[in-house]
């Protein structure tokens, strides 16, 4: 895909540190959200079936029309790994977390049509494993979203409290830790929602508080592309991650979710 080189940006620099997000609409041509929906329709016929269970979620195991998120794509195809290493995600990353980035999960985001799930509020942070917590989640949309079909709510400037709120298992398939204390005054007064055209493209800080709806449309998917990047001065406790991982895979499985 061809991607227009992006010079940094002072405002948009000052909005993610003031508020915890930057939103671009759109980042994304609409020719070029044609060819990248054809090559995730390619990924999904041909590398989606050689994956590890584990990597790939449904809505409903036994009705693979309702595939729900699809992780670590870069990780198995060429076309995805030059997205996720060279694309305009990783540098606006840079840009906003002022540092070198790591790659670390690009992830495949379906609502499908009258069954998709609200995906809870919630801190990506909370189970990074980060020290310090210095990363980033960028969201891009591959069709028109808005509140019917679940778009993004932030909570303005909820990254720059100390720590992280109480989360706790929400059972909801691909965000299994959510807020156990949301829905203060303070979250409802900081809400911000994000409707947009195909090309919308979102990114927040680790500990930006966010959530999305589920999709009540019985016509339309609401299907997004996700980058996480960690700043190179981040260190991940691997030993808490892997513990954490194997947990939730465990449960999932004894769920027959996976």
């Known amino acids: 895909m061809d991607q227009a080189a992006h010079a940094p940006d002072a405002s948009r620099l000052e909005s993610f540190q003031r508020d915890g997000y930057v939103c671009e609409r759109p980042l994304y041509s609409a020719a070029q959200i044609d060819d ?18 584990a990597q790939v979620y449904y809505e409903d195991k036994s009705d693979k029309t309702s595939l729900k998120q699809i992780q ?12 996720m290493e060279n694309g305009p995600a990783r540098r606006i990353a840079e840009e ?17 049509a009258g069954i998709g799930q609200p995906t809870p509020p919630h801190q990506d942070g909370y189970y990074f494993h980060l020290s310090p917590c210095e990363a980033v989640t ?42 156990t204390d949301f829905g203060t005054a303070d979250d409802r007064a900081g809400e911000v929602a994000f ?6 493209f979102l990114m927040h800080h680790a500990k930006t508080i966010h959530w999305a709806g589920a999709n009540r449309s019985q016509s339309r998917t609401r299907r997004a592309l996700g980058f996480i990047y960690y700043a190179k001065k981040a260190k991940v406790d691997q030993a808490a991650k892997n513990a954490y991982q194997a947990r939730l895979d465990a449960r999932l499985k004894g769920e027959s979710k996976i």
């Open 96 to 112: 906003v977390l002022q540092d070198e980035v790591v790659p670390v999960n690009m992830q495949y985001f379906n609502k499908p």
């Open 195 to 200: 409707p947009g055209p195909a090309g919308t």
């Open 138 to 179: 960028g969201w891009l949309a591959l069709e028109e979203v808005d509140d019917e079909n679940g778009c993004i709510h932030y909570v303005r400037g909820s990254h720059r409290a100390d720590g992280f709120r109480p989360h706790g298992q929400t059972g909801v398939l691909g965000f299994s830790q959510g807020m």
């Open 72 to 83: 670590a794509m870069f990780e198995y195809d060429g076309y995805f790994r030059d997205l």
């Open 36 to 53: 990248l929906n054809a090559e995730i329709a390619r990924f999904i016929r041909d590398v989606v079936p050689t994956m590890p269970a």
